[in-house]
């Protein structure tokens, strides 16, 4: 099989970090039934997830290989880049806070339960939007505007990435645990719960 490409790399993972968040958007409106423990568990791996793979590796790749170059051959998207730019500078402080609010809802009880839930989708809401702006604005003009030779070197460092929820890759041995519970315990789209 052949490798895949950047733009097919980032396409997966943003669809199965929609995917995710879709999921986690579902657990909260439905809340914790008769297992809390499972239930709290599953979201901060899910959040725990969204904090080791988009944050730590798929933004730094945008902001380090793909905007850069990008914004130099066309400079009409700037300003999409610096709002994506912005986002990705916020979106790790805010993983963080919403494992905090989880944590908090977990230990003090219900009455924290509306401050989660209302962070998780204001948080859900402008992930969606920021991998819609980078699929309509970026990736578009990036087609137009890379070469052959723009593209192996994204490719070849897209392709490290390795993120197993794309169904491309199997777990690093490392994170196998937190991948088999998000996947067997997590609703439908991203598990099988």
Not at 30 to 53: C, H, N, T, W
Not at 121 to 148: G, Q, V, W
């Amino acid at each position: 099989m052949p490798p895949l490409s950047a733009l097919q790399i980032i396409r997966d993972e943003h669809a199965s970090l929609a995917a995710m968040l879709q999921s986690m958007r579902l657990m909260v409106q439905k809340g914790p039934s008769d297992d809390r423990r499972q239930f709290f568990d599953v979201l901060r791996a899910m959040l725990f997830y969204i904090d080791e793979f988009p944050e730590r590796l798929h933004h730094p790749k945008e902001s380090n290989l793909l905007f850069p170059k990008l914004v130099k051959l066309a400079p009409q998207v700037m300003g999409a880049i610096d709002k994506l730019e912005r986002d990705h500078m916020r979106s790790e402080k805010a993983a963080r806070e919403l494992q905090h609010l989880l944590l908090s809802w977990e230990l003090l009880g219900p009455g924290k339960r509306a401050a989660f839930e209302e962070a998780i989708n204001k948080y859900i809401d402008a992930y969606l939007a920021h991998m819609s702006l980078e699929e309509t604005a970026i990736l578009p003009e990036a087609e137009r505007c890379f070469s052959e030779q723009d593209w192996l070197a994204l490719d070849a460092a897209f392709a490290e990435n390795a993120d197993p929820l794309t169904g491309h890759y199997p777990p690093v041995q490392a994170f196998e645990k937190l991948f088999s519970m998000i996947v067997t315990r997590a609703p439908s789209p991203i598990g099988l719960g």
